[in-house]
């Protein structure tokens, strides 16, 4: 932590940062926008009033950057953090499943088969109303202090619904995830009295599941990559559920999408302990997510891949490196995946507000990092096992509940998201890195857990170009 902070900003990008008395001279312009004068005293509404005038001079700056006059924004003392990087959530989809969390508060357990409720629900919605409410929850999340979100499909599940999701995803974000083995969709299930997913309706049959998983690596990869809406592809392997999948079909998955070019993710260990970890590792996938069941094994696996590429050296890696990350992520593409996964392990992401949504134990993240595994926390913000897009509120619960400190959080909510983004250009505060901070309205950022539930972090981009709502 930098005390009496000074950032410099040019365009979208961080030009310097320091303390204030080190600011070099070029950078001390009078005063011409204090526009945050007075910590606590109608914080907000200053904020707002200077990011209004900000976007009012980007279009000037924008015109004519030679001429532009800098501007100062007094920040009065809150704390600055780089913006929250969300890297796992679900928020293309249709439908309601508040029921569902209901009876779960009453003792029932969560298996996945809610997800084929969601799959009817989006794919009888259109491809605007999906975007209409995607964008609803982007602007909460950035409401929020997250400055990058990843989004999966997955509720699509036949070729064209899952394509359908993605065009959506991609509306709002370069980080793009294909999950079409999130689950075995009714007309692959077996036809059978008591399977509450197929009684009483009339879905056609198409096969078992194994001629899903063939359709998700042939016909349904080829339609994704054809499109070029996913940057990733991910799988929920859980052998606990019958209807996610287990360890052979979704290396099956995952090998498929990554001869295609995909970068890889796995859903792992989220309802008991399996396979998904070790598949992650050997497969070279970004990360690992839930976690909530790790073993010994598997996080010695995980800290395994970072051997030779440890997360101290990311953050000093070279500025040609996160020049390209940086370029190419505006661009949309990123760099190739195989050159990334010479550079990046597998990091454990924990989704904490799943535990809390779903009963479930909460895992001790201490066990990670003692193992020497970069960690991350994200939202997961999905209908089923969480549907809260607060990465505050995630944040808190992993101070509270899972054993990490407050600074550690701070790291896993922005570098340990980048990370598991297998990003250099995002989470960060450091020059050459994009300009999205997440402020609190607080002296410090022990507030973000020490004031749960209350709306004192929010999006700050002083670049002054929102990529993301
Ligand atoms: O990350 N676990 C698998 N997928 C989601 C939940 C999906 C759902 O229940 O709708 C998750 O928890
Ligand atoms: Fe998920």
Not at 127 to 155: C, F, H, N, P, V
Not at 397 to 406: H, K, P, Q, S
């Amino acid at each position: 932590m930098i005390e009496q902070a000074a950032v410099v900003v040019r365009g979208e990008i961080i030009e310097w940062v320091g303390r204030e008395q080190d600011l070099p001279t070029e950078y001390r312009y009078p005063c011409r926008h204090r526009a945050v004068t007075q910590f606590g005293n109608g914080s907000r509404e200053q904020i707002e009033a200077a990011e209004a005038n900000k976007q009012a001079e980007a279009i000037d700056e924008a015109t004519n950057e030679a001429t532009a006059e800098p501007r100062h924004i007094d920040l009065a003392g809150r704390a600055l953090l780089p913006g929250f990087v969300d890297s796992h959530s679900h928020l293309v989809f249709g439908g309601d499943r508040g029921d569902e969390f209901e009876a779960r508060m009453g003792g029932q357990q969560y298996d996945g088969g809610g997800i084929l409720r969601t799959v009817r629900a989006t794919r009888a919605a259109s491809e605007d109303m999906l975007a209409d409410r995607a964008l609803a929850l982007l602007r909460e999340a950035r409401a929020q202090g997250t400055t990058t979100m990843e989004i999966k499909s997955g509720y699509g599940l036949d070729v064209s619904n899952e394509a359908k999701l993605l065009r959506v995803a991609a509306r709002f974000t370069p980080e793009t995830t294909f999950l079409g083995g999130h689950a075995v969709p009714e007309e692959y299930r077996p036809v059978q009295a008591g399977d509450d997913a197929r009684s009483g309706s009339s879905v056609p049959h198409f096969g078992d599941r194994d001629d899903y998983v063939h359709l998700v690596c042939g016909p349904m990869l080829d339609a994704v990559v054809r499109e070029g809406n996913a940057r990733w592809s991910d799988v929920f392997c859980e052998p606990h559920s019958p209807y996610a999948f287990d360890g052979d079909e979704t290396c099956a998955m995952l090998t498929a999408a990554k001869q295609r070019g995909l970068g890889i993710r796995v859903h792992g260990a989220q309802l008991g302990p399996g396979p998904g970890a070790r598949i992650a590792c050997e497969l070279g996938a970004a990360s690992v997510d839930h976690c909530t069941f790790l073993t010994d094994d598997d996080l010695d696996a995980l800290a395994a891949t970072w051997l030779g590429k440890q997360p101290g050296a990311w953050a000093e890696m070279s500025a040609e490196t996160s020049s390209a990350a940086s370029s190419a992520a505006s661009s949309k593409m990123q760099p190739a995946a195989s050159a990334l996964e010479r550079q990046y392990g597998t990091v454990a992401t924990y989704l904490p507000a799943v535990e809390f949504s779903t009963k479930q134990p909460y895992p001790d993240m201490r066990r990670a990092i003692a193992a020497g595994v970069p960690i991350a926390i994200a939202s997961d913000c999905n209908p089923g096992t969480c549907f809260s897009d607060s990465m505050p509120f995630a944040f808190a619960i992993a101070v509270r509940e899972m054993g990490l400190t407050i600074a550690q959080a701070v790291w896993a909510a922005t570098a340990g998201g980048a990370l598991a983004l297998r990003r250099s250009d995002i989470g960060v505060i450091r020059i050459g890195a994009k300009a999205d901070f997440a402020l609190v309205d607080a002296p410090s950022y022990a507030h973000i857990a020490y004031r749960p539930g209350v709306p004192i972090t929010h999006a700050l981009d002083l670049g002054g170009h929102d990529r993301q709502p």
